[in-house]
């Protein structure tokens, strides 16, 4: 069946820095991918998404592409701050469906 | 009140309990969604209304019970829960479903977290 697979957290940055985390997935289909984000104490709000292959979606300065031949979707940004301290998930849905697959979530944590 | 509201926030409750859980979306969406967040696993997708009507159980246990009474409002039932059943639970809201090619973009309200001692 479909699955995303991301990297394992926490992540631990400076401020500033390059932010990468690697999104993986495995579908029958041509599923949309998403980026949702998790602040402390909330629910999750979606990031960014991207609908076909070689899509580039961006908000917030983060950005991730839609790689079908790697099947991939890591997000990006360039430099991060402290506000960007959240649970990161990557997921899927085939377009047939609704039903988001979620990955595991990665935990970043920016420091000053 | 906008977006996607849950009440309570915070829940406990024994194992021989019966509580409910609320859900309202103020957005004119018509597929609504409960999920299950437990530490170290993926978001589990429990169940989903579309149009009022249920369309997936993804193999819920039956002391969860949902119920949609209208496209704004969803609730999730809980009785003789199990402690393994803490977690936190989400619920969503999304556009239905329709014919050819569209993105559901889901979204989430606050969550309420469970523990069952």
């Known amino acids: 069946g479909d699955s995303v697979t991301q990297m394992e957290g926490p992540v631990t940055l400076s401020e500033e820095a390059f932010l990468t985390i690697n999104c993986t997935y495995t579908a029958t289909g041509y599923p949309s991918l998403f980026w949702y984000v998790q602040y402390p104490g909330e629910g999750l709000q979606l990031l960014l998404k991207a609908t076909k292959a070689d899509d580039k979606g961006s908000n917030k300065g983060f950005e991730a592409t839609y790689r079908k031949e790697t099947t991939s979707f890591h997000l990006e940004k360039g430099s991060v701050q402290v506000s960007d301290s959240a649970v990161y998930f990557c997921?899927?849905?085939?377009?047939?469906?609704?039903?988001?697959?979620f990955g595991k979530g990665t935990s970043l944590l920016v420091t000053p | 009140e906008t977006g996607v509201t849950q009440t309570p926030r915070h829940l406990v409750m024994g194992m021989t309990n019966k509580k409910s859980l609320k859900c309202e979306q103020h957005l004119g969406h018509n597929a609504m969604y409960w999920y299950k967040q437990s530490a170290k696993k993926p978001l589990e997708l429990m169940f989903v209304?579309?149009?009022?009507?249920?369309?997936e159980n993804n193999s819920v246990p039956s002391r969860f019970s949902p119920e949609c009474p209208n496209s704004s409002h969803l609730f999730l039932h809980l009785h003789t829960l199990q402690p393994e059943d803490s977690a936190l639970y989400l619920c969503a809201s999304s556009r239905a479903a329709g014919e050819g090619r569209e993105i559901l973009e889901q979204y989430f309200g606050p969550g309420t977290r469970l523990t069952v001692t």
């Open positions: 997921a899927l849905s085939e377009n047939s469906g609704y039903a988001l697959n």
């Open positions: 209304y579309n149009f009022k009507e249920q369309t």
